[in-house]
């Protein structure tokens, strides 16, 4: 049975869906809200925001995350800005000019109305987060300040140094703290989602374990929220933190709802390169060193040999033999192309031989123009942490030499289906933030990820999980003693025994670190048929050289961090080969989705409009069953489709 | 590059622990110190022992989950970093690591290197926050800050809430961190309103929660990853006196 995909996207002129939306959508009084329970998993910007701003609607809400404390999630990491079409730079920046570049930046790939509801309600982040003690960086006038990110010819983005995510997640935080203060809200530190539970159709709870005891508990709700961010810890090595993680998504997806555009995985330009085979993370270098900083490989070959030997210094390449293909490429954005644009052209120029370190996968990141125009000391002001974090981490001084690059995964703009009211295919099933898959399309823009966790969160969620709820007043508290529950309990303990019991020859690691290398190779920046084959048949095998030869040690009752990772790469197999399929499904080139079947003449990704103008949605029907997939066709009303065109 | 590591393993919170040894070899100078634990967990796994249980999340030096007293220093012997982002090459090389979890009566060990700091979310519940609903704001421009408030408001707030400050200081007092969060919001309008209310919620949580007192030696700001800066505390005594003065 195909999935029923309704999008609920409302009628009416774009500008004014949204209101004609929750003009229309039914809201439930204070002393029912009160009889109401949600789940909440994750406790990043989308899952704190939401936590907090639904217990003060006065909602009892429980919330989940499993490190020891909401303010570690991975949002934290977030360092460059997020956006909002403020305008308050004077630079005809608008609520449609920053619709209409997000949804250019997601090349076509995202439902028009729910990016304009995102842009809508940007203005509404700063303002909330500035009145919770955000500080903001501000101008000598103390007004705010904002900076320029790829994709966008205004400057929109606001920041707060380069720890943007932690000063946002530390207000949603601190909101959260005062709803846990009041009572309305629950919170569950060290506890993992390792099953939704679904009874007569509808999401009733979780089963969760205890990551210190290791105690598997029920949790039963009227609705529960899945806010766990992304998957890109699927390719091992990535941006991500080494705890973020697919399987509370992947298992929304085994019990039924549908999972959108698997393969649009975001690979960010400015990472800092691999050095070796024993790494375990890959750190990120923000965007916004791309306001400054100038991207660049040597002309000639034989500087390219010369660096990698150390008979020469970058300082010493001359400026004429230096190739600024960013700047070449794309006069009109220059180093501001969009991510996915930035870290092809990084891969085009070391495919060519032009790589600058010993692996040849680096290019430069260079400061010194902008030192010789702004001096050092304003650019140790903008830059300074992530200059100090660059040396300490290569051992190089980037104010001297420039920074080597290259792109790493960061992002996964695929996620869980959602409607308009961000609810899944399984009814009182909810996903946002990173988790859904509705606004960035094909590739996301910088800024934009702490935009839509914060949206979300503060500003969506609060009112479309209203009008579900308006159905279960009535509704008594919801069982967690019943046949459901009790399944999706015996099926988490048994998987538990069994990956307990293989005890074979490798490690989680190993076989995780295979898993990665299969995707880098095969699904990464450039995808081709024979590869996603390649792909599917690799990690099919591997999964079964999991089942039989994995080892983890400890017991099933205590602190046990292997049983952690082996319960989460037992999803990475499987989520692995979902994306390969819809990788080798989607016969274009959109975004960060790159098919080198499908390029332009001089290299740009190719659409093909008349055929996959669609979000792929994806059912699951078994481990080893192909999986069913459905179409949400995105009909485009307000906005023409065109070939993305950074060059003027 | 080759280590003995001198690791404090606890099997759980009610275990004794005690040190254990093991040597690690062929690592190179630009492994990060927890990668370097991950090989030595990789071993262990392969020869069917439990690895050592350590925190630790977005390796970036910014959720605070990582911790380690490293040598008899918090973070390691290296200024101004969280333990994830201190790399091998700043230790000699044969030389012997002895690596233990926070020492804090507050923040009681889970297990090997994890131990759990819920106090400190505890006393942010108390008061670590700005009383405003959601969409219940103006808009964010209309009041004025100056930029240095700002940022010295944000200075405050690069604390990451690792409990280096707790663990390193002598008396086991959670002043910067408090400090850290009074001062960061007493530098802004916006927090102003709740000032002396929050300074005196989360003193008196800080106390109830076991933390000692401060006697100002200034470790705490030696320690701090983030290098909060002790002045904090000063503010932070400031809004209190000033606060029950009111009273």
Known sequence: MALKLDSKTPAGELSQKWSNHKAAIKVVSPANKRKLDIIIVGTGLGGASAAASLGELGYNVKVFCIQDSPR??????AQGGINAAKNYQNDNDSVYRLFYDTIKGGDYRAREANVYRLAEVSNLIIDQCVAQGVPFAREYGGLLANRSFGGAQVSRTFYARGQTGQQLLLGAYAALNKEIA???????????????????GEAKGIIARNLVTGEIERHGAHAVVIATGGYGNVFFLSTNAMGSNGSAAFQCYRKGAGFANPCFTQIHPTCIPIHGTQQSKLTLMSESLRNDGRIWVPKKLEDVEAIRKGTKMPSDIAEEDRD?????????????????????AAKERCDAGFGVNETGLAVFLDFKTAIERLGKETIKQRYGNLFDMYEEITDVNPYEQPMQIFPAVHYTMGGI?????????????????????????ANRLGASALMQGLADGYFVLPYTIGDYLSKKIQAPKVSTDTPAFAEAEKAVKEKIEKLLSINGKQSVDDIHKRLGNIMWNNVGMARTKESLETAIAEIQALRKEFWSDVKVVGTADSFNVELEKAIRLVDYLELGELMARDALNREESCGGHFRSEHQTEDGEALRHDDKFAYAAVWEYKGMDVEPEMTKEVLDYEFIHRAQRNYKD | MNFTLKIWRQKDAKSKGGFETYKVSNISPDTSFLEMLDILNNDLVHEGKEPVAFDHDCREGICGMC???????????????????MYMRKFKDGSTITIEPWRSA??????????????YDEILQAGGYVSVRTNSVPDGNAIPIPKADADESMDAAACVGCGACAATCKNGSAMLFVAARVSSLAKLPQGRVEGARRAKAMVAKMDELGFGNCTNTGACQAQCPKQISIAHIARLNREFLAAKFQD
């Open chain 1, 72 to 77: 570690r999630a991975h949002s934290i990491a």
């Open chain 1, 417 to 441: 289906w959602v409607d308009y009211n961000l609810m899944t295919t399984i009814p009182g099933l909810y996903a946002i933030g990173e988790a859904n898959f509705s606004d960035h399309g």
């Open chain 1, 182 to 200: 009041a009572g309305s809200v629950k919170s569950y530190p060290r506890q993992e989602m390792l099953d939704i539970v679904v009874e007569d």
């Open chain 1, 324 to 344: 600024y293909y960013l700047e070449r490429r794309y006069p009109a954005f220059g180093n501001l192309v969009p991510r996915d644009v930035a870290s092809r």
């Open chain 2, 106 to 119: 507050a923040f009681p060990v889970i297990k090997d290197l994890v131990v759990n700091r819920g106090a």
């Open chain 2, 67 to 85: 911790s380690l007293h490293i040598n008899g220093h918090a973070h390691g012997p290296s200024q101004a970093v969280t333990t994830c982002q």
